[in-house]
C-alpha cells in the first residue's frame, strides 16, 4: 500500500514516494548533484545570476539560428522563468537575427470556464511571452505570426503545429509538485485509487486540460499573484509528453525560486538513476534521450532544517 500524501490526501505526489529515497534526497550535497550526469543527462550549474539567464536565453538564440527555408526548426518555452525573455529579445535585435524561418511553442495555459485565457488575462502564458519577448523584437525580425503557437482548448491545430518545424529544445522549470509545464499527478480516483499511473502509461499523454494540484495552485498564487488564491485558476492546458519527446532536448532551469532545495535534488536523483514515477512527472524524464538540468549555484540551497 502506496503513502498517502501529507499535503492533499486525495492526490498523488512526491510525498507518496518510498520513504528512503525522501530520507536520501534530504542528504544530497551541491557536489552529489554534479555527480549525476550520465549519458542522457548533463548536470551543469552556473555561477552569476547573469550566466544563468544569459546561458537560458542564449538556448533560444542558438537553436533558432539552425532554422532555414528548408528545415524550420523551433523551441518550446515556458513561462516561469521569465527572466529570460527580455534577453532573447535583445540579444535577436542586437545581432539582426531574422527569425522568418522559426518557430515557438509555449508550454502551457490557464483555462476559465473549459477555454483558454486571451492575451488581456493578467497571469496569462501567451500573454507574458508576447509582452517580455517577441513584442520586443524588432518588426523585421519577428518569428511570423503563423509560427508562435500556443495551446487551445481545441488541440488540434497545436498538436498539428508539432510536425511542421523540429522542435530542438524544450525548456521549462519544475514546479514545486515536480511538474514541466503543467504535467501534473493526477488524482487518488478510479483505477489509479491505490496505484499512480505507469510511466508508459503516462507518457501517452498529448496535449490537454488538466486539473491542477492544490500545490500548483497554491505556488503560482505565491509567486506571480502576492499570494492571491482566488485569482489562480484551477485547470489549465499543457504540452503533453507525446510532444515533449518529440523535442530533441529537454533543458529544465532551477533558479532556486519556483521549487525548494529538497525539490530540485529529489528529480535529479530519480532522473540520474532511472527511477520513474508518475506521482513525480518530472522524474519520467529519465526516459527521455537527451535532458540538461540547470542550476544556480546559489539556488541550491539546503535541506538543513532552519528555523526562521
Not at 552529489?32 to 555561477?47: A, L, M, N, P, T
Not at 500573454?127 to 481545441?154: V, Y
Not at 524524464?285 to 538540468?293: G, K, R
Request: aromatic content about 10%.
Amino acid at each position: 500500500m502506496r503513502a498517502i500524501s501529507k499535503v492533499a490526501p486525495e492526490w498523488w505526489d512526491y510525498t507518496t514516494l518510498d520513504r528512503g529515497i525522501l530520507d536520501d534526497v534530504e542528504k544530497l550535497k551541491p557536489k552529489d548533484i554534479q555527480e549525476f550526469s550520465r549519458e542522457g543527462f548533463i548536470v551543469k550549474f552556473y555561477d552569476t545570476v547573469e550566466e544563468f539567464y544569459l546561458a537560458e536565453a542564449l538556448e533560444y538564440v542558438s537553436a533558432w539560428q539552425e532554422a532555414t527555408e528548408n528545415e524550420p526548426v523551433g523551441i518550446c518555452g515556458p513561462v516561469g522563468p521569465t527572466e529570460q525573455l527580455p534577453l532573447v529579445a535583445r540579444i535577436v535585435n542586437e545581432l539582426n537575427i531574422n527569425l522568418r524561418h522559426c518557430h515557438f511553442w509555449g508550454m502551457d495555459e490557464w483555462v476559465v470556464n473549459g477555454k483558454e485565457v486571451g492575451l488581456n488575462f493578467p497571469l496569462g502564458f501567451a500573454k507574458t511571452n508576447m509582452d517580455l519577448c517577441f513584442n520586443r523584437i524588432k518588426r523585421e525580425l519577428r518569428i511570423p505570426e503563423e509560427n508562435i503557437h500556443f495551446p487551445e482548448a481545441d488541440t488540434a491545430k497545436y498538436k498539428e503545429s508539432w510536425n511542421h518545424a523540429r522542435c530542438i529544445v524544450m525548456q521549462g522549470g519544475q514546479g514545486e509538485i515536480k511538474h514541466w509545464a503543467f504535467n501534473e499527478p493526477p488524482k487518488r480516483e478510479g483505477k489509479y485509487r491505490d496505484n499512480p499511473p505507469l510511466p508508459e502509461e503516462y507518457r501517452k499523454l498529448e496535449t490537454r486540460i488538466v486539473d491542477l494540484h492544490p500545490m500548483t495552485i497554491i505556488q503560482n498564487a505565491r509567486t506571480s499573484g502576492g499570494g492571491v488564491v482566488q485569482n489562480v485558476p484551477t485547470q489549465a492546458m499543457t504540452v503533453g509528453p507525446v510532444e515533449t519527446w518529440k523535442a530533441e532536448k529537454v533543458s529544465i532551469w532551477h533558479s532556486g525560486q519556483h521549487d525548494n532545495p529538497f525539490g530540485i535534488r529529489l528529480t535529479a536523483l530519480m532522473i540520474s538513476k532511472k527511477i520513474s514515477d508518475s506521482s513525480v512527472p518530472m522524474s519520467l524524464l529519465a526516459d527521455h534521450p537527451n535532458v540538461q538540468f540547470n542550476y544556480l549555484r546559489s539556488g541550491v540551497g539546503t535541506c538543513e532544517a532552519e528555523m526562521h
